[in-house]
């Protein structure tokens, strides 16, 4: 199967060079010429496997080039004991017809592990079969979640290095803390004085010099990125659709072939668009409900067709989802519109007006399969307490605007199909925001917080989080911004 740019079909590359080179030329996104899909019985067969083997299944089918034997070990490296859980996803059963996809056992619990684990095993191999002789050094400006998650996926993995920049005084305690301590021969972690736009322009910058590119080819190295445009990235979330689907019907709630919501707290539309190529597949999925916090930008698009991210930008208690462009909804319209053309027309007038507006035909096909709706923050605490109280059961910020939403749509449209709530965190890494939710304006701080957690609710702390006050500090160095290059060099040795 090939892949091609959602802006031009003609340039088509293999599976290994799509993820090895991670953006198409013409500034695309690689997406599979073909959807496989599988039968009733395919998906039969599955409820009967365990997660790994549900995820093998799902990524040979979208990397011919690559051996069974390839992707059983890049899956078993990936969904190891690095995970606090043998279900890998573990699907919790609220009512008879609401259920919960924790997507936060991985070792920096939130759900970029899903895909940030088993990224560097694809993309080592990619680059091996693409001819790449030249070591990766993996580059990563974050707000928080992903810095981390990136590293905890590269480290010790051969054949790359990776290094992290975050704003100094710009993430929590605990994020700070969980990246700080990171261990790994290859990993690299620099403060950089500014905010995340400063982080991240300067990394861009660096991606854009020819000659340092020049200079550390001559020492072995090549830059690369590791953000969730990449299909590497997209293909492992589509596996634990699959596998909540199996895990519902096996729970006995639903009979296998029901159809099922699914409710996405979103962002950059990675999580979501892996859910739409699930139903593409022959997944009996219902609507897909996309949850957005006050950076509602996806809720006015669904409603009204244009994409207008010319607004004001709001810092919420979901930050992981504080995002006014979603770079992978570009996928979704490739998928809806199978034009390249017209893709590549909407998102020129996005990168030069801010702004543009779909055609009624993908209106249409949108409104069929999708619901979407958004949550401020009081409602997001609100939830939070009501879950709690109510059902026992502690949600972080953005799985309660996701289920905040679904209940909306619920009542709107007074719907009783059964729904999966995807849950994107866990509690104790959103520890000051959850906490006020339950009443306790304390002013605790770091680690702190997590043992208040722990003793108001009385939930033990995932292990990395709550033994991160024992970890040795091993990077405490700050930069200027006009330094980050120096520091990559520096880094490389
Ligand atoms: C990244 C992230 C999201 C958003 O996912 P997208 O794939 O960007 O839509 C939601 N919740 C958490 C906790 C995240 O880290």
């Known amino acids: 199967m090939k892949y091609f740019s959602t802006r031009n079909s003609e340039y088509k590359v293999s599976a290994a060079e799509a993820i090895a080179k991670g953006l198409a030329p013409d500034g695309g996104l690689f997406v599979p010429s073909v959807i496989p899909t599988m039968s009733s019985n395919d998906i039969k067969q599955m409820c009967l496997l365990n997660y790994r083997e549900r995820a093998a299944q799902i990524i040979s089918m979208y990397m011919e080039e690559f051996s069974e034997d390839e992707i059983n070990d890049f899956v078993k490296k990936a969904y190891g004991d690095n995970f606090d859980c043998r279900e890998i996803a573990p699907l919790k059963i609220l009512d008879d017809k609401t259920a919960v996809l924790e997507l936060w056992h991985g070792p920096t619990c939130a759900f970029k592990d899903m895909a940030l684990q088993i990224l ?10 693409c001819g790449e002789e030249r070591e990766v050094c993996i580059l990563v400006a974050t707000s928080g979640d992903t ?49 995340f736009d400063d982080a991240q322009t300067g990394v861009k910058k660096i991606f854009g010099d020819r000659e340092f590119a020049d200079e550390l ?20 979330q589509i596996v634990y659709y699959f596998s909540a689907y199996c895990d519902f019907v096996n729970s006995g709630k639903i009979h296998f072939g029901d159809v099922v919501n699914f409710a996405v707290p979103t962002g950059n539309f990675g999580d979501i668009l892996a859910c739409w190529y699930a139903k593409k597949m ?40 504080d995002i006014l462009v979603s770079s992978n909804l570009e996928r979704l319209l490739y ?50 307490a009501e879950m709690y109280t109510e059902n026992g059961y502690l949600m972080d910020t953005h799985t309660a605007v996701a289920y905040k939403v679904m209940s909306d749509v619920r009542a709107k449209r007074m719907s009783t199909v059964p729904t999966v709530v995807v849950s994107t965190a866990s509690p104790f890494k959103f520890c000051d925001s959850v906490l006020s939710a339950l009443g306790e304006d304390s002013n605790a701080k770091g680690t702190e917080l997590i043992e208040r957690l722990s ?21 405490s160095v700050s930069v200027e911004k006009e330094e980050m290059k120096k520091a990559v060099s520096d880094f490389l040795g």
């Not at 809806?336 to 801010?354: H, P, R």
């Open 282 to 321: 022959g997944l009996p999925v219902g609507k897909l409900i996309c949850a957005s916090n006050a950076n509602n930008v996806l809720t006015d698009f669904f409603k009204t067709g244009t994409y207008d991210r010319n607004r004001t930008f709001h810092n919420t208690i979901s930050p992981s989802m």
């Open 455 to 475: 003793e108001k609710t009385g939930i033990d702390a995932p292990k990395p989080l709550a033994e991160l006050d024992k970890r040795e500090r091993r990077f």
């Open 217 to 236: 080819s001559k020492r072995g190295y090549f830059l690369s990125s590791a953000n969730s445009i990449n299909w590497g990235r997209l293909l492992p």
């Open 335 to 384: 998928s809806v519109t199978e034009n390249d053309k017209q893709v590549a027309g909407y998102m020129k007038e996005l990168s030069e007006s801010g702004s543009y507006t779909v055609d009624d035909v993908v209106r249409f096909a949108l409104a069929t399969n999708f619901e979407s709706g958004y949550c401020s923050d009081e409602d997001t605490k609100k939830t939070i």
């Open 147 to 195: 810095g981390k998650a990136a590293l905890e996926g590269f480290a010790d993995v051969e054949g790359t290095k990776i290094h992290v920049f975050y704003p100094h005084n710009g993430v929590s305690d605990v994020q700070e803390l969980q990246m700080t301590t990171q261990t790994g021969k290859n990993v690299g972690v620099t403060a950089v004085y500014g905010n």
């Open 120 to 129: 560097p095993h694809l993309l080592t191999a990619s680059l091996k079969k």
